[in-house]
């Protein structure tokens, strides 16, 4: 009896920390509907062994993915759970922290619906392997499809040297 307890304890608990880091990270607000006077922040922290790059507002770094091209979302099903995109609630306004560049910060139409977040043109994502703010551990990857960086607040991405 007290292992099934515990089983379902963790069960409880992995879809609490993931359905709490999807829904902070993935939407840079707490988990909710699109609501009027909502914001959307993309900001910069400086992140062990990237430097200063992209966070969410919550400080969940922010990938770029390289199939994308700078053109469209191209990480959906099995790809965006890993790989949740930064989404721009209905009615919800984008925010730029220190160091972001307003005129980079943009939104394209997310292929399941909405809008994902851009920056210089690349829709950005969260990744489901940072479990704490600051930390980025999806960086320089190739996973579902393509490789991952971060993001300067240059809009560049931080792709190692060959």
């Given amino acids: 009896m007290a292992r099934g307890r515990r089983a379902g304890a963790a069960a409880v608990l992995a879809v609490v920390v993931v359905s709490g880091c999807a829904g902070q990270a993935a939407t840079g607000q707490p988990a909710a509907g ?3 006077g909502a914001k959307v922040t993309v900001t910069t922290r400086s992140l062990p062994g990237v430097g200063t790059v992209l966070v969410t507002g919550q400080g969940y770094a922010l990938y770029m993915f390289a199939p994308d091209r700078r053109r469209a979302v191209t990480c959906t099903g099995v790809c965006a759970g890993t790989w949740p995109p930064l989404m721009l609630p209905s ?4 925010a730029a922290g220190p160091e972001v560049k307003a005129s980079l910060l943009g939104s394209d139409p997310a292929p399941g619906g909405g809008r994902v977040v851009t920056y210089g043109g690349w829709p950005l994502y969260t990744y489901t392997g940072d479990v704490d703010p600051g930390q980025a551990t999806g960086q320089a990857i190739d996973l ?3 490789e991952w960086y971060v993001l300067r607040p240059s809009g560049a991405p931080l792709v190692p040297a060959p």
């Avoid at 009615?91 to 984008?94: S, V």
């Fill in 34 to 36: 699109g609501t009027s």
């Fill in 144 to 146: 579902n499809g393509g």
């Fill in 91 to 94: 009615g919800a306004a984008l």
